[in-house]
C-alpha cells in the first residue's frame, strides 16, 4: 500500500458511451449520492488486520449481492484474513464521471485511517473496468487486482486490431480508432504489457460462454495460466462467477493464508 496518494480527477473520455454499450439508453441511471455507500465489515477474528479487500460489483448487481452469493464466507473460509469494504459503486457514478472523485474523497481516507498495509480489490464485469480505470488514475494503489468477467469493450473495429495482433504491435491511430474510453483504456494496457510488477498484481477469471469472451481472451494473454481462472460452460452470471471466486480463494490461501 503506497503510504502517499497523489490526488488528481483524471477524466476517462466518452463515458457516457459506456450506458450505450451497456444497453442502458432507455434505462434508469440511478443518482450518484456523495458520499459513496459503503459498508465495512471487519474480519471474523474481530482483531485489527493488516489487509483490506474492496469489492466493486457489476452493473445490474449490488453490494450485497457479494454476500448473498458467498464472496466473504468463501475469502474467510479460505483462511485469508481481512476486512471487506462493499462500494456500491454503481453505473451513476460512471456516466457522472465522478467514481475517481468519490474514491479519492471517501475511500482514500478510510483506508488511510485503518492503516492497512495491503490493498486489494475484487471486480466484477463493469465493477473491473472501475478497478482498472482507478489503478490508472493512481498507479498502484492496489496491491491484488482479482477482475471476473471484466467488460473491456465492444468496439468491432477495436477487437479486430486486438484479434490480428500482438500486444506490442497494436496501432489504433493506424487503425483509425476514435480515443474513447476503451482505446485509451487498451493503449493503457499494451503501455503495461511488459511490465511484470503491474501484470503480476492481477488476477483473471471468466465463463467460456461469456457474451466478452473474445476481449477476455486477448487480456488473458498478457498474463501467466497461473493467474488465469476460466470456468468453461460459464456464462455472464453469478453461478459461474462463485465458481471462479472459489478457485481463486484456493490460489490466494496458498500464498496469504495465515493459516499457514
Known amino acids: ?30 443518482k450518484a449520492v456523495v458520499p459513496i455507500p459503503f459498508q465495512l465489515l471487519k474480519a471474523p477474528d474481530g482483531e ?7 469489492f466493486f460489483p457489476g452493473r445490474k448487481d ?35 464521471e465522478t467514481l475517481t472523485e468519490r474514491f479519492e474523497l471517501d475511500i482514500l481516507p478510510l483506508i488511510e485511517q485503518g492503516d492497512y498495509q495491503e490493498v486489494w480489490v475484487v471486480g466484477i464485469s463493469l465493477g473491473s473496468l472501475g478497478v482498472l ?23 468491432k473495429a477495436l477487437l479486430k486490431e486486438l484479434q490480428t495482433k500482438e500486444a506490442n504491435n497494436w496501432d489504433f491511430d493506424a487503425a483509425g480508432l476514435e480515443r474513447d474510453f476503451q482505446v485509451k483504456l487498451w493503449e493503457h494496457l499494451q503501455a503495461v504489457s511488459d511490465n511484470e510488477e ?32 476460466v470456468d468453461p460452460e460459464g456464462k455472464h452470471r453469478w453461478n459461474a462467477w462463485e465458481r471462479i471466486w472459489e478457485r481463486m480463494c484456493e490460489h490466494l490461501a496458498l500464498k496469504y493464508s495465515d493459516q499457514n
Not at 452469493?69 to 451513476?92: P, T, Y
Not at 465463463?207 to 477476455?216: M, P
Open 133 to 155: 480505470l482507478l489503478d490508472q488514475d493512481h498507479p498502484g494503489i492496489f496491491d491484488k487486482m482479482v477482475l471476473i468477467a471484466p467488460f473491456l469493450g465492444n468496439k
Open 62 to 96: 449490488s453490494p450485497q449481492d457479494f454476500i448473498e452469493h458467498g464472496f466473504l464466507e468463501r475469502l474467510w473460509k479460505s483462511g485469508v484474513n481481512a476486512d471487506a469494504l462493499l462500494v456500491n459503486a454503481h453505473l451513476g457514478y460512471y456516466a457522472s
Open 1 to 30: 500500500m503506497r503510504k502517499k496518494i497523489e490526488r488528481h480527477f483524471g477524466k476517462w473520455g466518452s463515458v457516457m458511451l459506456l450506458i450505450l454499450f451497456l444497453g442502458c439508453s432507455g434505462c434508469m441511471i440511478p
Open 48 to 54: 485489527k488486520v493488516e489487509r483490506l479487500v474492496i
Open 198 to 229: 503491474y501484470l503480476d498484481r492481477i488476477l483473471l477469471g471468466y465463463g467460456g460462454n461469456d457474451r466478452f469472451v473474445e476481449w477476455q481472451q486477448i487480456f488473458g494473454t498478457l498474463f501467466s495460466s497461473e493467474q488465469i481462472f
